[in-house]
């Protein structure tokens, strides 16, 4: 089941999520960064709030409807840093996590999704 986007905007523009993403980033510097970042490159800290708040509204959705299963998908997550510690956060909670393994994160990937509804929906006679 996915969140609709009203449900998504009403949880964005709070408060709450606001100190999710600030209590993130107190405290962060480089050092902090290195454990995660294998190419020693400075990540800006926002991909920490980022991951953490995915995991929370994660925990808020599996309360709210029993699930317990992630798909991490589009084009943000071709930033290795933050699938790396997403996917980290979510496993740590419970959750079970899908990732893209043989079709591509980004636009290259939608496009095969929609090829396959499209074959799908051909051979049932529905289009």
């Known amino acids: 089941m996915f969140v609709n986007c009203v449900e998504l905007q009403a949880m964005l523009p ?33 991909h920490l709030g980022v991951a953490h708040l995915i995991a929370v509204f994660a925990v808020r959705i599996r309360d709210e409807r029993q699930l317990d299963r992630v798909v991490l998908s589009g084009g943000v997550f071709q930033n290795m840093f933050l699938l790396r510690h997403t996917c980290r956060l979510l496993k740590s909670t419970g959750f079970k996590v899908f990732t893209h393994g ?6 290259a990937g939608i496009s095969f999704g929609q090829a396959v509804i499209a074959n799908a929906r051909l051979k049932r006679g529905r289009m």
């Not at 043989?102 to 636009?107: A, L, Y």
């Open 14 to 46: 709070s408060p709450k999520v606001t100190r999710i993403l600030e209590s993130n980033l107190d405290g962060y510097t480089s050092t902090n960064n290195r454990a995660g970042n294998c190419s020693g490159h400075r990540l800006p800290p926002v």
């Open 102 to 107: 043989r079709v591509p994160t980004n636009d």
